[in-house]
């Protein structure tokens, strides 16, 4: 990147001094400069395909995984339950938005490989959709634990959806600026200080900490290993798709949005290990649920250690 | 008539005690309200009358006065001062003040099971 905009810039300059000495061999050198300019700029676009490509596969993996999860999560058996009915369908409406905001943002690498602009922008645009809505699933999921009372955790949810809605509408009107293509990624700031305060307070800030009181809330309690392993894992990985994904967007820095991707895709595959560990780290941790067999006394009515039974 | 003895709460608490293998003491609802009534007239006579306005609806007068003799007057948790009256004692306070903590626990317990079962 460094590269390009120093060639960048002494290409400009060179032009610049071209045009005010107009000498013939001055203008000769600068021909084979620009000439060799391009060359550089061209291997470097070679180089710039493999960090987007890159960048296009994780945000795929990102979007198939979360998209797999919500699907398995809505054949789950635990739909039976009444009490965790509303909380799951809201976790499956949040792995559905996380999928929904990646598939977009996937295209839009894709976009920024081919070099298309206004494609990039538009799925930045689509991609923002249900990225402003992510907190409102979250905020049910907690009010509704906490409380239990479903009136309340709708109203809860209503606030988040108000400030998401106010967020795209700060993004709509005040827009976006033109994006940055480098060898990683493609950078679009957004054009509003609030619609980012917005952003930041309603849905990264307050969620997160819910997520982290709830949490608090369930390690200071005695429960099962088994019980705890799933909770905290699950509250983890959330947190954790929920607090880099806000990076990836506000980031100005294409390194760290691909850092930030990579951790979202942790989160998801953490979150599908929440509810399915395999077995090796069931036996691991202690939390391999045996299956025995009831006793039948009756069986061993006979034996000659009856006495000692 | 309950003024701060929730009668119904209590049979919920002893039941729970008692799902835990606890019969005796927190588990057992005759001796949970005998002692919150005592409790309650800390430093005055309790009437035996008293005592049978909340367990009345559950227990007769006969196992009431038994688990008084039995219990409380035996392990000097209350004296009888009078013909049907009772004053709780120092090791009856302690008494009390360790069914508040089965209390508490029976309401952390199950807040902590409804929140779990509620978590997707």
């Given at each position: 990147m460094l590269i390009i905009i120093s060639i960048m810039v002494f290409v400009y300059i060179l032009h610049g001094w071209k045009i005010q000495t107009r000498t013939n061999t001055v203008e000769k050198n600068v021909n084979k400069f620009i000439f060799e300019s391009f060359q550089i700029l061209t291997s470097e676009m070679n180089k710039m395909s493999t960090g987007l490509l890159l960048n296009i596969t994780i945000c795929f993996a990102i979007a198939v995984i979360s998209l797999t999860f919500a699907w398995v999560l809505a054949k789950n058996k635990n739909l039976e339950k009444q009490n965790s009915k509303p909380t799951l369908y809201a976790l499956i409406t949040f792995w559905l938005l996380v999928a929904f905001t990646y598939y977009p943002t996937a295209f839009r690498m894709i976009a920024a490989y081919m070099n298309n602009a206004q494609v990039d922008i538009l799925m930045y645009y689509i991609a923002a959709m249900p990225f402003a809505f992510v907190s409102v699933p979250m905020a049910y999921i907690i009010i509704y634990v906490i409380t239990g009372n479903k009136q309340v955790s709708s109203y809860v949810s209503v606030i988040f959806a108000m400030f998401g809605i106010s967020y795209l509408m700060l993004l709509v009107t005040n827009g976006v600026i033109e994006p940055v293509v480098t060898s990683w990624s493609s950078i679009i700031s957004i054009n509003s200080n609030i619609a980012i305060n917005i952003y930041l307070l309603g849905l990264f800030i307050i969620p997160t900490a819910m997520i982290l009181g709830i949490m608090l809330l369930i390690l200071l309690r005695k429960i099962s290993k088994r019980m705890r392993y799933h909770t905290v894992l699950l509250l983890v990985s959330i947190s954790l798709v929920i607090d880099f994904m806000l990076t990836d967007m506000i980031t100005t820095f294409d390194r760290m949005q691909i850092v930030a991707r990579t951790f979202v895709l942790i989160g998801t595959v953490l979150a599908y290990l929440s509810y399915f560990p395999p077995l090796t780290l069931q036996e691991k941790l202690g939390i391999r649920q045996h299956k025995y067999e009831p006793f039948d006394e009756d069986e061993f009515m006979d034996s000659e250690d009856i006495d000692y039974v | 008539m309950s003024e701060g003895i929730d009668v119904e709460h209590e049979k919920k608490v002893a039941e729970f005690y008692q799902s835990l293998g606890i019969n005796q003491g927190p588990g057992d609802i005759q001796y949970r309200i005998i002692l919150l009534v005592l409790k309650k007239n800390e430093g005055k006579i309790t009437e035996f009358a008293e005592i049978r306005?909340?367990?009345?609806?559950?227990?007769?007068?006969?196992?009431?006065?038994?688990?008084?003799?039995?219990?409380?007057?035996?392990?000097?948790?209350?004296?009888?001062?009078?013909?049907?009256?009772?004053?709780?004692?120092?090791?009856?306070?302690?008494?009390?003040?360790?069914?508040?903590?089965?209390?508490?626990?029976?309401?952390?317990?199950?807040?902590?099971?409804?929140?779990?079962?509620?978590?997707p």
């Open positions: - | 306005a909340y367990t009345d609806q559950f227990a007769d007068r006969g196992s009431i006065g038994s688990k008084m003799k039995s219990v409380f007057q035996l392990e000097g948790l209350a004296e009888k001062v009078q013909r049907g009256g009772y004053v709780i004692t120092e090791r009856g306070l302690i008494a009390a003040n360790f069914l508040k903590y089965t209390s508490a626990f029976y309401k952390k317990t199950k807040s902590m099971q409804a929140m779990l079962d509620r978590l």
